[in-house]
């Protein structure tokens, strides 16, 4: 049953790449990176390692992929912009053949599910473990990632200021 559910993440993993590098609409771009930050959270949560699936949905979902969606439409806000909207009957109904299977596959799979993994060393990837190690060993390189995120913010603000006055 793993090796099943692992198959159906990939195969969201490796559909959101594609999807990214192939798509010419920005947002589809950014649809597929989040269906990408969310198969990988699945992979996390697959190797019970609590800590990183909720880091990746926390951050990678949560904050960088609606971040970029926002920005997405609130910058491409031209009508010409925009995709375009064919929705008919015809569309509507491969789409549910093709969503069909795949729900019904993963719903068969949740009902089969045994809900019993190999077992793990105690405190493996737990956050309280995981915060410990951070904040201890891997101090210096954590505060130097912050700080060097706190630049690119602050850069990003004084460039985007810049170009305000500019067009003004």
Do not use: C, D
Not at 54 to 70: E, F, K, N, P, T
Not at 103 to 126: D, E, R
Request: glycine share 6%.
């Amino acid at each position: 049953m793993e090796s099943i559910i692992f198959f159906i993440l990939a195969f969201f993993l490796l559909s959101g790449a594609i999807m990214i590098v192939f798509s010419k609409e920005s947002l589809y771009s950014a649809i597929g990176f989040l269906m990408v930050m969310i198969a990988m959270a699945g992979m996390f949560a697959l190797l019970h390692h609590s800590f990183l699936f909720l880091a990746q949905i926390l951050v990678g979902v949560g904050a960088v992929v609606v971040l970029s969606i926002m920005i997405i439409l609130s910058i491409n806000l031209k009508e010409e912009n925009q995709p375009k909207q064919n929705i008919t009957r015809k569309n509507i109904l491969f789409t549910t053949l093709i969503i069909a299977p795949i729900a019904g596959l993963l719903l068969y799979a949740i009902a089969k599910a045994p809900f019993a993994f190999a077992p793990i060393a105690q405190h493996f990837g737990t956050i309280e473990t995981m915060g410990k190690v951070l904040f201890t060993h891997w101090v210096l390189p954590f505060e130097i990632v912050s700080i060097l995120l706190l630049g690119a913010m602050v850069g990003a603000i004084v460039l985007s200021r810049r170009r305000l006055h500019v067009e003004s």
